[in-house]
């Protein structure tokens, strides 16, 4: 009964794939010199559904390219990619249509407004249910450069296309279109293809279709590629073609993967391999040829081989272009078989994807490292990392995410995710899941089911829903868990053991379920390192008391074999042996290493610093117990010697992080951090800053780029006197309570950000607002406007010092908060670093401090490519003085803009700068050496 009820659920998926009849006929005209196709084609589509048409919808996706504004080019802003904004106008590529016509007649048609790449068209009539329309399509496509998205034209005029011709979107009770944002998730319905290709001579074409009927005139040569029942068009055409055909069980293999210099006996061999576990696993391919590309790689690639440069070499060569060779396969079997929609539902293609590679690792290389032959390294193989198999990757990239609250739903759409999420961890979690599905299930159903279900689903529209209903056919087990907590939320899974007790016979425990969700964890009983049994504990709401046999077991452990991707395996066991038995030892590691949940950790790693000209070269060591994957709580003591003050200095903080999900507020963080270092010449700062932080974001797009920030923070600042020192003030201790509010907008072309600050100490009380606004315009101009002001609700320090006043040029930074290698310098170059703070202006004027209040304006705009003008004006109030007027002017060089810049003073109260003494001087720079300020260039396009 259950068999048939999912044949009809089956049939409600895929009943109008069955019958639908679609044809495109293309004729294309390859003008290459000028980087233009002229396209005449020809478009039939049955209407499946139970709906009668006013209109239909057609993919032009090569008009993504053509202007700043598309969604394709926001989707490179939000990533921080300038290549596509900065780009000549010739090498965007558009496509013009010059008419659409069905039986003759000229239809009506328009682009979406925001969607330029997809065209609504009306139709003369409207088309009913198991009828179909035919239009005659005329229009020219502008191919673009492929340094966008590796699709396109190179510098040396081969062509790698796809989705470069128009094709019509799919229908199934509701329109499925949507733009072009470099996911490669169009979603068509097949058709039969033909396609008549005219193309330069010198060229070689390659494609999944078969080709025949080639005709060769003087400059030209003409081509027919045909295929039934295809959704694949990607089309190459290259002067010196890199294609190799391996032909194997009555499949054609084509390849351009890059294959490490293997013999051609070695490469024959692993291609039928790859194959071979291909169709056993998924069954015969519909098609006479599979294409893989190394475009196909390189988009999507296997995350540990790539990050390292080539000349290292971690793993053996044939190991590599084989999951090379077998990840691009899978991928692009799936792809032209399993018709589901990319964008919404690619959860089931990932998972299907990641679930094989795992178990094709399993089965031929079952000893590989993760680390590969770094793993048997002397210094190396002490460490965690070295006993991380290959597949334990997955779990680990996932977690990365999980740790950190930045996690999202498998079901939600792809052009949604963070492209870290999109890219990895979403792929991973997906087949990480199904391995633990699979362990769940057992017996090896989850594999015959996966087969079964794409034999029978092949080249038929269907979706994750008909995967469900089929799946739970086939095994007894509850697996609702899987698709409602695991695939739809970003629900966490931690367990723990809990109140053990235990007789001669029997052991009775409780196992805790730390988060709200119904998904089950295995229980094993272990006799030191020899499994004893294994059972799985289901629908655990809180926690779940129960009996089972002792068996010799002197220790128990959840998750024993780690497939299950838990949050947290370190208080997952429990020793039978003993009272304190299960106190974890200390593990002593030299530098950051992977988790080990059975000890507790303590990393050291040797420093070498340069922090400030007044310490000079520090040395000293960091212990800390920071894992690669996020903890909750973390500290860390950095001890140093300093070899210019000849003194001991350093630091420590410990700090709590609380994340919350599904909710705008996301992460609070509890620390508190201390320090002891130089801040001018034989003086020393001690430094105890008690803090809390409250992070928000869009919880319904993370995405965004928005942010805000809430600190709290209490600064108990200690310092030694010296009257000596210019910038010392009467009281050199001194207490500060300082509340931050910080809104973001962190994004390519368009950049805002404003914080109000509020500072109470027992001398001063003072407020201050910031806002900087950033716009990268069309013609690649680059404009840039900061406004501060602040005020102090009192001040009763002394009138002759100016240590907490408002600054013009160079704050004091009595908060300590600024990067400065020589805070306390009045001459030299350490007194030229220029941070952007307070007043913002970049000439020493005659007025450089405020202590009443204070309000300016700083701007600057693009003169060529990195160079730009710049100029501050503003005001500057002193007590017993009337305001001044103050402005600066001069030339801003931007190497990479808040992280390396040059400024040249020209104009201001000083009246013209370039031309009086020592201009050298004047000069201020901006630049920045600290590591995890540069790593953010990388982190803000993955997260």
């Given at each position: 009964m259950k068999l048939r009820l999912f044949f009809c659920f089956i049939l409600a998926f895929t009943s109008s794939s069955i019958l639908s009849q679609n044809k495109i006929d293309l004729k294309a005209d390859f003008d290459i010199e000028n980087r233009k196709i002229t396209v005449s084609q020809t478009i039939t589509y049955k209407n499946t559904s139970k709906d009668e048409l006013q209109s239909i919808y057609l993919n032009d996706w090569n008009n993504s390219y053509s202007t700043k504004k598309t969604p394709l080019a926001i989707r490179f802003a939000e990533e921080y990619n300038n290549q596509f904004h900065l780009a000549k106008n010739e090498d965007r590529g558009y496509s013009v249509i010059t008419s659409i016509k069905q039986n003759g007649e000229p239809l009506v048609f328009n682009q979406l407004k925001n969607q330029i790449d997809v065209i609504k068209v009306d139709l003369k009539t409207p088309l009913k249910p198991n009828k179909s329309y035919t239009i005659h399509l005329e229009y020219i496509v502008k191919i673009p450069n492929d340094k966008f998205t590796n699709y396109g034209i190179s510098e040396s005029g081969d062509l790698s296309l796809r989705y470069w011709y128009i094709t019509p979107a799919v229908y199934n009770g509701a329109w499925q279109y949507f733009s072009n944002k470099n996911l490669d998730d169009l979603f068509i319905p097949k058709a039969d293809l033909n396609l008549e290709i005219s193309y330069p001579k010198g060229y070689t074409i390659t494609s999944e279709l078969n080709s025949n009927n080639i005709i060769q005139n003087t400059k030209k040569q003409i081509v027919t590629l045909q295929g039934e029942n295809r959704i694949d068009n990607r089309l190459f055409l290259n002067k010196v073609s890199n294609f190799e055909t391996v032909q194997t069980q009555g499949l054609s293999l084509i390849s351009n993967i890059k294959d490490g210099e293997l013999e051609v006996l070695d490469k024959v061999l692993i291609t039928e391999k790859v194959i071979k576990f291909l169709l056993n696993n998924f069954g015969d391919y519909p098609h006479e040829k599979l294409l893989l590309t190394e475009i196909d790689y390189n988009k999507d690639p296997i995350y540990g081989l790539n990050f390292l440069p080539s000349f290292i070499k971690l793993y053996p060569n044939h190991f590599q272009y084989e999951l090379k060779l077998l990840k691009v396969a899978i991928h692009n079997y799936l792809e032209n078989t399993l018709l589901i929609n990319p964008r919404k539902d690619q959860w089931l293609f990932d998972g299907i994807q990641i679930y094989y590679l795992m178990n094709y690792v399993e089965a031929h290389y079952p000893y590989m490292?993760?680390?590969?032959?770094?793993?048997?390294?002397?210094?190396?193989?002490?460490?965690?990392?070295?006993?991380?198999?290959?597949?334990?990757?997955?779990?680990?990239?996932?977690?990365?995410?999980?740790?950190?609250?930045?996690?999202?739903?498998?079901?939600?759409?792809?052009?949604?995710?963070?492209?870290?999420?999109?890219?990895?961890?979403?792929?991973?979690?997906?087949?990480?899941?199904?391995?633990?599905?699979?362990?769940?299930?057992?017996?090896?159903?989850?594999?015959?089911?996966?087969?079964?279900?794409?034999?029978?689903?092949?080249?038929?529209?269907?979706?994750?829903?008909?995967?469900?209903?089929?799946?739970?056919?086939?095994?007894?087990?509850?697996?609702?868990?899987?698709?409602?907590?695991?695939?739809?939320?970003?629900?966490?899974?931690?367990?723990?053991?809990?109140?053990?007790?235990?007789?001669?016979?029997?052991?009775?425990?409780?196992?805790?379920?730390?988060?709200?969700?119904?998904?089950?964890?295995?229980?094993?009983?272990?006799?030191?390192?020899?499994?004893?049994?294994?059972?799985?504990?289901?629908?655990?709401?809180?926690?779940?008391?129960?009996?089972?046999?002792?068996?010799?077991?002197?220790?128990?452990?959840?998750?024993?074999?780690?497939?299950?991707?838990?949050?947290?395996?370190?208080?997952?066991?429990?020793?039978?042996?003993?009272?304190?038995?299960?106190?974890?030892?200390?593990?002593?590691?030299?530098?950051?290493?992977?988790?080990?949940?059975?000890?507790?950790q303590v990393f050291f790693m040797p420093l070498a610093e340069f922090n400030n000209i007044y310490d000079g070269f520090t040395f000293g060591v960091k212990a800390y117990n920071t894992t690669l994957l996020r903890k909750n709580f973390n500290y860390r003591i950095q001890p140093r010697y300093a070899l210019k003050s000849k003194s001991l200095t350093g630091s420590a903080s410990a700090s709590v992080t609380h994340y919350l999900q599904n909710s705008n507020l996301y992460s609070i963080n509890y620390g508190v951090r201390g320090g002891y270092s130089s801040y001018a010449n034989d003086l020393f700062v001690r430094k105890i800053i008690p803090s809390v932080t409250f992070l928000f974001r869009n919880d319904n797009d993370f995405r965004s780029n928005k942010r805000q920030r809430l600190k709290f923070r209490y600064l108990a600042i200690n310092r030694d006197e010296d009257v000596n020192n210019i910038l010392n003030t009467t009281e050199p201790n001194y207490n500060i309570f300082n509340v931050n509010y910080l809104n973001s907008n962190d994004n390519l072309i368009n950049f805002s950000k404003w914080s109000t600050d509020l500072q109470i100490a027992k001398t001063f009380s003072k407020v201050s607002f910031n806002y900087e606004y950033r716009k990268l315009f069309e013609s690649n101009r680059q404009l840039n406007l900061r406004f501060f002001t602040g005020a102090f609700l009192s001040n009763k320090t002394d009138i002759t010092s100016d240590y907490f006043s408002f600054a013009l040029d160079r704050p004091t930074d009595y908060l300590f908060d600024y990067n400065y290698l020589g805070r306390s310098e009045a001459s030299g170059i350490f007194s030229q670093q220029y941070i952007t703070a307070e007043g913002g202006f970049k000439s020493k004027l005659e007025t450089p401090f405020a202590n009443q209040w204070i309000s300016t304006a700083n701007v600057s705009t693009t003169l060529w490519k990195y160079v730009l003008v710049y100029g501050d004006v503003g005001f500057v109030k002193n007590k017993f003085n009337h305001a001044k007027f103050v402005y600066d002017s001069g030339i801003r060089i931007n190497l990479v803009t808040d992280y390396f810049e040059i400024y040249f003073p020209i104009y201001s109260n000083l009246g013209w700068e370039i031309g009086q003494p020592h201009y050298d001087q004047k000069i201020r720079f901006k630049f920045t050496v600290d590591p995890q300020s540069l790593l953010g260039l990388f982190r803000r396009r993955w997260y």
């Open positions: 490292k993760f680390l590969g032959s770094l793993a048997d390294f002397w210094g190396v193989r002490s460490f965690h990392a070295a006993n991380m198999s290959f597949n334990d990757k997955y779990i680990f990239a996932f977690m990365t995410m999980a740790r950190t609250n930045r996690d999202q739903p498998l079901t939600m759409a792809k052009d949604s995710l963070l492209k870290f999420n999109s890219s990895i961890a979403n792929k991973y979690k997906a087949g990480v899941g199904l391995k633990y599905l699979d362990d769940f299930i057992n017996a090896n159903v989850l594999e015959s089911t996966i087969k079964s279900f794409l034999e029978q689903t092949k080249l038929k529209q269907t979706s994750p829903k008909a995967f469900e209903a089929y799946l739970k056919t086939q095994t007894s087990k509850n697996v609702d868990w899987f698709f409602s907590d695991y695939i739809n939320t970003r629900a966490k899974i931690d367990f723990k053991i809990k109140n053990v007790s235990r007789t001669e016979d029997s052991i009775t425990l409780t196992v805790k379920n730390k988060r709200n969700n119904s998904m089950p964890i295995s229980l094993y009983t272990l006799n030191n390192d020899s499994i004893i049994s294994k059972s799985w504990i289901e629908n655990v709401i809180k926690s779940k008391t129960f009996t089972i046999p002792r068996n010799d077991a002197n220790k128990l452990v959840l998750n024993y074999n780690q497939v299950i991707p838990e949050h947290n395996l370190r208080d997952n066991w429990k020793s039978l042996k003993g009272f304190f038995f299960n106190n974890k030892p200390f593990q002593f590691r030299l530098f950051k290493d992977i988790e080990d949940p059975n000890y507790n």
